[in-house]
């Protein structure tokens, strides 16, 4: 009798245990989910396509006159809308990351720029342009250089340094480079341009962004004087810079 009852608990075991995993949540006899085949794509918006305001350049002008500057940032689009306080802004779409603006002349005060793209989204650069009086003149500079050199001489970097904070703040910068009529066409140009180079290296390591210098090589072509002495020479090898505010 014991034997009998022996083998009679080992032939229920494996019905105990498959009830016991089965409690366990076993999926033991379920028929597998259906696979239908289709995929769920999740668009994650690319960085440059996420309307965003970086600066405005300048962003520091002078009050009650008209302003040419540079809006950069991301995702604009064409028919981008600019509002700097409650003025409207004459806009210029260039492509995602910029766009030009004219700003009128405007009152002193610190204001927000709003951009609104045609899609009906919008941002706030938050104070981002300021008006104010006493902000320096750097739309015309003229440096002079000594006889077949390119570096800037002491007086030259000394009135560069002088207007570092409105280059720092103005918008496209261009530097045009002389020299006087001795040497050849070809070594004037070349000189020409170390000139301008120079100047824009200057400007590099002040601080001034360098896609927003352009250097122009004019070599002898316009002279600043028509004579043919030292005097004329001296006036002829120059550098002139113009940035726009």
């Not at 034997?3 to 075991?13: D, F, G, H, N």
């Not at 995702?75 to 600019?82: I, M, R, S, Y």
């Not at 941002?123 to 006493?134: C, D, E, N, S, W």
């Amino acid at each position: 009798m014991m034997r009998s009852r022996s083998v009679y608990a080992l032939l229920l075991l494996p019905l105990l245990l498959g009830a016991a995993e089965g409690k366990k949540g076993c999926g033991c006899g379920q028929k597998p989910p259906e696979d239908t085949g289709a995929t769920v794509v999740v668009e994650v918006p690319r960085p440059e396509d996420t309307l965003k305001v970086v600066s405005v350049e300048p962003s520091v002008v002078k009050p009650g006159v008209e302003q040419s500057a540079t809006l950069f940032g991301s995702g604009f689009q064409d028919g981008v809308a600019v509002k700097i306080g409650s003025s409207v802004v004459d806009a210029t779409y260039k492509d995602g990351n910029t766009a030009k603006l004219r700003v009128p002349g405007m009152v002193e005060g610190t204001y927000d720029v709003l951009v609104t793209n045609p899609d009906g989204k919008a941002t706030t650069l938050r104070r981002g342009y300021v008006v104010k009086a006493g902000v320096q003149d750097c739309r015309f500079l003229r440096v002079q250089f000594e006889f077949d050199k390119a570096d800037p001489t002491p007086g030259a970097l000394s009135a560069l340094s002088a207007l570092k904070g409105c280059y720092l703040s103005a918008g496209e910068i261009r530097i045009d480079g002389h020299s006087d009529e001795r040497g050849t066409t070809e070594y004037n140009l070349a000189l020409a341009e170390r000139r301008a180079e120079a100047i824009q290296r200057w400007m590099v390591s002040a601080g001034v962004l360098q896609s927003r210098i352009r250097t122009v090589s004019y070599g002898e072509e316009k002279p600043l004087s028509q004579g043919h002495d030292e005097k004329a020479w001296a006036e002829n090898r120059r550098a002139e810079i113009h940035a726009i505010e």
